[in-house]
């Protein structure tokens, strides 16, 4: 299956040059929404996912909202067991948490993404999500 024939709702965008090396695998990028709340659909290839970040931000910015809308891939919040996802999965992560997510091994997966606007909002890229731990899962 290529990124042009994977099944999903919203476009799948180009790939993701500008932060490639905070993914292993490749990740694709659309933009859907601009202004105060952007929305980006973001797709994996099948073993893609975004190394360990954190979202940073005050008054009320840096969480980051995660809608499954196609596939299925994996969460996980530091110390904290993975979590599946389907379509219709939707995960808040609270600006400070440490975090990685992505498709499973046999799995294109496709999730939107936003961050609640705020003051100081930033991205932290960290470590891989190794190869290891990875297929454990």
Not at 30 to 51: C, Q, Y
């Amino acid at each position: 299956m290529s990124a042009s024939s994977f099944n999903q709702i919203f476009p799948t965008g180009l790939p993701d040059e500008e932060l490639s090396s905070h993914f292993t695998g490749q990740s694709y990028f659309a933009m859907l929404t601009d202004g105060a709340v952007p929305v980006k659909n973001v797709t994996f290839e099948p073993g893609s996912r975004i190394n360990w970040h954190v979202h940073h931000g005050s008054n009320g910015g840096g969480d980051q909202i995660l809608l499954c809308t196609a596939g299925s891939g994996w969460y996980q919040a530091e110390g904290e067991e993975p979590i599946s996802l389907e379509p219709g999965s939707a995960i808040r992560v609270p600006a400070g948490t440490k975090h990685w997510h992505g498709a499973k091994a046999e799995s294109w997966f496709s999730h939107l993404t936003f961050t609640t606007p705020g003051d100081d909002v930033s991205h932290e890229g960290l470590e891989l999500v190794t190869d290891e731990y990875y297929d454990s899962l």
